[in-house]
Structures are given as structure tokens and as C-alpha cells.
């Protein structure tokens, strides 16, 4: 029982290229979170998903887009990577039932 | 807009010690409040989650409580040790899905 992955751990990008996160769960979760956090700010959701096949914005969901074509599977998509973007990327998952969220190692993403 | 808020940004205290964390938003209709603890370089690790009808929840050392008529929580750790050290966030439940979050408090245990 792995619990939250995420993949990759750290990457850095050019201004203007594109690249997808990888979110799992191994928890049979309906929810599934998007989140970033910057230094002095909580952390700020970008899109969430209450389930397969379903997606919503969050507080900040410009320059981002998701999938959840899997259950257990959460995609963040940055199709053109701004400065503005570099950030730690959190993805969290919970039950339908239980209120507590499960989160990932994070991604440490800079875009030069 | 619901708004959280952790002061202090920083505390250092000696080992030991018994210490509080605290907690206040804005607006009382929350759903529940957690607690979490995040390590450098690692994600977030829920600590304590306390309903909307519950004044407090314990676990080992650590003790919330809820005030939702003054928009407070506190995290009190009791004993504290340098394995304690950590950033500790709060978190309010607004909605079904989103969670507020505040800033967090950077907590430092000295040997």
C-alpha cells in the first residue's frame, strides 16, 4: 500500500514548454486534489476531481489543466510553463466518507 | 471569503517545553478543522482533524481545540522534542471539496 505517489520529484523547465504530473492512489479515493504552495502562503488549490472522470477549478486554476481518466490516477497539465508557475505541487486524495486527505511527497517544479 | 491565519510565522523553544500553535478564521461555518505537520522536503502528514461539533481532539502529545464561535484553534504539544521540529498547518474544511489554508508556523525544538 503505497498510498499517494507522485511523479516526478523535482524538474525544471524553460519558459514556455510543457509538461504533465503524474498523481496515483492506491486507496480506491473519489476525491483527488491539486494543490501548490509557495513560501509564506498556504497551500492553494488548483483543480480537484470528485471522481472518474469528473474535474473542477479550484482557486487557482489558470495556465493548469487535469484529467482523471483512471480512478486511481490524477493528471496536472502545464502546457506553457510561465516563471510564475514555479512552485512545490501537492496532490491529495480522500474518501467520500472519511474527511482526512492523504497527500503526496510533492513536486518541486522551477521554470526558468 | 473564509481566510486562515497562523501566527507565529516562527517559534524556537527549548526541548521540553510545553507550547501552543494557533489558529483563527474568519467565518465559524466550517465543517471541520485538521491539523498537519510538514517535514522539509516532504509532504503534508495529517495530525488531528476536529468536526464542527466537536471542542477538541487528542493524540499522544498533542491536543486540539476548536472554538468555532471565536473562529479559534489551537495545537498543543506537550513535552516537546526535537523530533518535533516541523512546519505545522492548519487547514478549515469550507465546502464539500476545498480546504483554507493558513500560512503554517515553523517550529523549531532545541536540543
Known amino acids: 500500500n503505497a498510498g499517494v505517489t507522485q511523479t516526478p520529484k523535482f524538474r525544471v523547465l524553460k519558459t514556455g514548454q510543457s509538461m504533465t504530473l503524474l498523481c496515483a492512489q492506491d486507496?480506491?479515493?473519489?476525491?483527488m486534489y491539486w494543490y501548490r504552495q509557495d513560501p509564506g502562503m498556504g497551500l492553494r488549490l488548483i483543480h480537484y476531481?470528485?471522481?472518474?472522470?469528473?474535474?473542477a477549478k479550484g482557486e487557482v486554476p489558470d495556465g493548469y489543466n487535469v484529467s482523471r481518466l483512471k480512478k486511481q490516477n490524477f493528471l496536472l497539465g502545464l502546457e506553457s510553463a510561465a516563471p510564475s508557475q514555479t512552485s512545490v505541487y501537492f496532490c491529495?486524495?480522500?474518501?467520500?466518507?472519511?474527511?482526512?486527505?492523504?497527500f503526496g511527497p510533492g513536486t518541486r517544479l522551477t521554470v526558468l | 471569503k473564509q481566510e486562515v491565519t497562523q501566527i507565529p510565522a516562527a517559534l524556537s523553544v527549548p526541548e521540553g517545553e510545553n507550547l501552543v500553535l494557533n489558529c483563527s478564521f474568519t467565518?465559524?461555518?466550517?465543517?471541520?478543522l485538521q491539523w498537519f505537520r510538514q517535514d522539509p522536503g516532504k509532504g503534508l502528514t495529517s495530525l488531528l482533524l476536529?468536526?464542527?461539533s466537536q471542542r477538541e481532539q487528542t493524540s499522544g502529545r498533542l491536543n486540539a481545540s476548536l472554538d468555532k464561535s471565536s473562529g479559534r484553534s489551537t495545537l498543543y504539544i506537550a513535552a516537546s522534542q526535537p523530533g518535533d521540529s516541523a512546519t505545522y498547518l492548519c487547514?478549515?474544511?469550507?465546502?464539500?471539496?476545498?480546504?483554507?489554508w493558513g500560512a503554517g508556523t515553523k517550529l523549531i525544538i532545541k536540543p
Open positions: 491529495a486524495s480522500r474518501d467520500s466518507s472519511y474527511n482526512e486527505q492523504f
Open positions: 486507496m480506491n479515493h473519489e476525491y
Open positions: 476531481s470528485v471522481g472518474e472522470g469528473t474535474t
Open positions: 467565518d465559524s461555518a466550517i465543517y471541520n
Open positions: 476536529i468536526q464542527s
Open positions: 487547514a478549515v474544511r469550507a465546502s464539500n471539496y476545498q480546504l483554507i
